[in-house]
């Protein structure tokens, strides 16, 4: 029973380069979200999506790409590394966008970006 | 602007006794609300959550009180077990979720 799976769990890169963070779960959700967590800040919506082939911005989308082509899977993209980018990042699954729908959380991904 | 505010980083409670957590939000359309908890190297976990038409939502040790004229919400834990400690994030939900800043709450023996 996996859940929520998130790969890789570190990642170091140099200002300017690229990369994806991997998201899958297993448990047919249609909601997926993207959050990142900063000291002090709590965890804070990048882009989500409610079905395969649906997505749109949370609250801090700037620098980040999401596409959703199958139920389980919600790629996160960075596009051009920036240090603001240093962050714990995690990606989140439920039933439903509704409210009262809680949130499956995967481990996190700790990314560094010097 | 952060529309739901943890104003205690951290507790400290000996085992045994009442753990106190409490959060204040500023949108008034939250329907619901929600608290998270999180060991270190993991992601967080649902705990519980309290609908905004209700004022109490009980689960074992946990319970969750909603004040919505003082728009202040507190989760209880009677009695507190070392492993309650742990990273708790107040949320509530509207279009989407918001979380707080989270409290960390240690369990002396």
């Known amino acids: 029973n996996a859940g929520v799976t998130q790969t890789p769990k570190f990642q170091v890169l140099k200002t300017g380069q690229s990369m994806t963070l991997q998201c899958a779960q297993d448990?047919?959700?249609?909601?997926m979200s993207w959050y990142r967590q900063d000291p002090g800040m709590g965890l804070r919506l990048i882009h989500y999506?409610?079905?395969?082939?649906?997505?749109d911005q949370g609250e801090v989308p700037n620098g980040y790409n999401v596409s959703r082509s199958t139920t389980e899977d919600f790629p996160l993209r960075l596009l051009s590394a920036a240090p603001s980018q240093t962050s714990v990042y995690f990606c989140?699954?439920?039933?439903?966008?509704?409210?009262?729908?809680?949130?499956?959380f995967g481990d996190g991904t700790r990314l560094s970006i010097l | 602007d952060q529309q739901v505010k943890q104003n205690s980083p951290s507790l400290s409670v000996q085992e045994g006794r009442i753990s106190i957590l409490n959060c204040d939000y500023t949108?008034?359309?939250?329907?619901?609300f929600l608290w998270y908890k999180k060991y270190p190297a993991e992601g967080p976990t649902f705990l519980i959550s309290?609908?905004?038409?209700?004022d109490k939502n009980e689960d074992g040790r946990f319970t969750v009180f909603l004040n919505k004229s003082a728009k202040h919400l507190s989760l209880h834990i009677v009695p507190s077990q070392p492993g309650d400690s742990a990273v708790y994030f107040c949320?509530?939900?509207?279009?989407?979720?918001?979380f707080g800043a989270g409290t960390t709450v240690t369990v002396r023996a």
């Open positions: 989140a699954s439920s039933y439903s966008r509704q409210g009262n729908q809680p949130q499956h």
């Open positions: 448990m047919n959700h249609e909601y």
């Open positions: 999506s409610v079905g395969a082939g649906i997505t």
């Open positions: 949108n008034s359309m939250f329907d619901y």
């Open positions: 309290i609908s905004s038409i209700k």
């Open positions: 949320a509530a939900s509207a279009t989407h979720v918001s």
